[in-house]
């Protein structure tokens, strides 16, 4: 594994372990873009035609295909799964490319590798890459890192609205994410998923590791409580007590 990479994703394990508002201040400074927030500097959007936008395709060998103890994959899976990633960039631009190779690689290892791999036993997995905001409209919230998250967030919406056109094919579906991708997921939810009819193909909305409340949530969405329920949301954000307090 190449120098940059190992270090890019011990940081990313180090930053998951203690939460984003543990962070040293070290770090977040390191991170912290230099400029104000510019659309017209951000990296080109993604074409989601090019297959190159995506962290992981049911037709291609990818990290989603990496094998999962206990759970085989299902050979012709009767629903899909769209998995928006986590955060893996830590560069300084407000967003980060989608044909960073680092970003990517992390991306993939540290994300769809770990998470995506769940739900093999029952979907084809599609895991899009996106414009992912920097770290710190996180952690020091700002008018800049909102503009950034909404960049990365329109990313996912359109990646999701390609996904509906041209493989759903009114095939059922899980929407599952975590951490940023659970902020723009709830955009998928809101903006495509419950005002049309695509939300009676919807098994469940799985939104992990985000500060989504249980009102935000049930407003869209009732809560998952019997195993065999669909059109329901699971959401929790699990935290260290240090963060909790903070």
Known sequence: MPRRLAIALLVLVAIAVAGLRNVGPITLAALAPRRPFDRAATPPA???DDPAAWSALPWLADAADAPVAGLPAAEHPEADVFYVHPSSYLGRAWNASIDDATTNAATDAGATRIQATAFDGCCAVYAPRYRQANLTAFTSPSDDGAR????????VVEAFRFYLEHWNHGRPFVLAAHSQGSIHALRVLREVVVPSDVRDRLVAAYLVGSPLGEAEATALLPACDR?????CIVAWNARSSAAASA
């Open 46 to 48: 993604p074409r989601y």
């Open 227 to 231: 195993p065999a329920q669909t059109g």
């Open 148 to 155: 950034a998250l909404a960049l990365a967030g329109d990313d």
